[in-house]
């Protein structure tokens, strides 16, 4: 499993986990005390903080991974420019074939 994929699948849980948290908070309000309600609320906070910096990593590593894709396919193109050419080519000629077959 790729480390993108964890990392999705880790923000995921930490979004259910908030979200219950929510549900939670708006159960205690209506019929807890004024104490166990600012607990929740002090866990969501903590919670959304968390998720949120996750969020920003997650973001910052797919723009270093995109960046480094297109800094090895530039590199790529320029040392092998008719492979680039080719490669095209037969990219293009597949997608007019699947899309003529509409």
């Known amino acids: 499993m790729s480390d993108t994929t964890v990392a999705k699948e880790k923000l995921a849980a930490d979004f259910r986990a908030v979200m219950d948290d929510i549900d939670a908070l708006m159960h205690a309000t209506t019929a807890k005390a004024d104490g166990e309600a600012k607990a929740l609320r002090a866990r969501i906070l903590e919670r959304l903080d968390g998720a949120k910096e996750k969020l920003v990593d997650a973001q910052h590593e797919a723009v270093r991974r995109a960046r ?4 090895a396919t530039d ?12 490669i095209a080519a037969a990219v293009g000629l597949a997608l007019g074939v699947l899309i003529g077959r509409r």
């Open 75 to 86: 590199d790529y193109v320029h040392e092998k420019p008719w492979q680039a050419i080719g």
């Open 68 to 71: 480094a894709a297109a800094t």
